[in-house]
């Protein structure tokens, strides 16, 4: 399929779609894997091609604020337009050499027909890095929100200007990966650079798409107290304290297999880090814990939502304290 977002540069293509911005040669690909110059246009191999479809509750995104006990229809393409050492979906997200991506095709109409057979609340393009099938994600949003579906995106947040204007109305809500906040982290780890991915999280947080923010803590990696510090204060003085950081335990996969899990007590520290930095919501992830799943009212302190593995218990009405009444953020119904 003709690909959107790109513009000819005499025989080459330069692609719009992230901030690699790759210039193709003609039958060259993009750092995706999944755009190719061909003939002087650039081509999606993955404008209708899903590795993955799965109902899941919608705190496995993670996002706690948004439809708290809801299921989400998740679709997964294939390609990313990082290249992470850590990757947990490398079987998708990295596409062999042999440039035969995995998958079936699935037209946009099928997609959104078979959430509402499902009984979703919402649809989330997840598993590998949405931004590179920008193409399906176009059609099918609009389809979904047709019938009555939110839209979630669960992104590294590397993706062009353009994607985010084009889905502005498309999109309801986002879970953006923050990796760390050392640029050498993202160039070295990841094959990608931190400033973009600042730079959208502060337009995200402009555009009324519903926002938070997870970081894999990395023993040894990104976990210093300094580093855990400065990702807290920006969070707080650039998107707001009542965004959303979810914490989640890294434990060994793809080239960094045989790297110890998180602790625990390290969790532990930088769930504390972000409470002392003013952040209203932090949360635990992908590890037993007893506090880091609960929302606490930021007016009183009282526990308002508690949550197990992915089951929510809600203490109040849908986004209210039961101890003061007081309105917490959100997108609760």
Known sequence: MRAMLWEPVGEDVRCQLCAHACRLKKGGKGLCGVRVNMGGELVSMVADV???????PVEKKPLYHFLPGSKTFSVGSAGCNFQCRFCQNHLIARVPPDGVTPGRRIAPDKLARLAEER????????????TVFFEQIYETAGLAQAVGLRVILVSNGFMGEDFLRLLRNRVDAINVDLKSFSDDFYRDYCGGRLQPVLDNLKVIRGMGWWLEVTTLIIPGCNDSDAELRD??????????PDTPWHLSAFHGAYRMAGRPSTPLSRLEDAWSIGREAGLHFVYIGNAAT????????????????????????????????????????????
């Not at 109040?316 to 609760?332: D, I, N, S, T």
Request: net charge positive.
């Open 50 to 56: 899903v590795t993955c479809i799965q109902m899941d």
């Open 119 to 130: 009984h979703a609340r919402s649809m989330a393009f997840t598993y590998n890095e949405p």
């Open 231 to 240: 990702m807290a204060a920006f969070v707080r003085d650039e998107l707001g």
């Open 290 to 333: 007893t506090m880091g799943g609960t929302t606490f009212c930021p007016s009183c302190g009282a526990p308002a939502i508690e949550r197990r593995g992915w089951q929510t218990r809600r203490l109040g009405g849908p986004g209210r304290c039961l101890a003061c009444k007081a309105a917490l953020p959100g997108v609760w119904k």
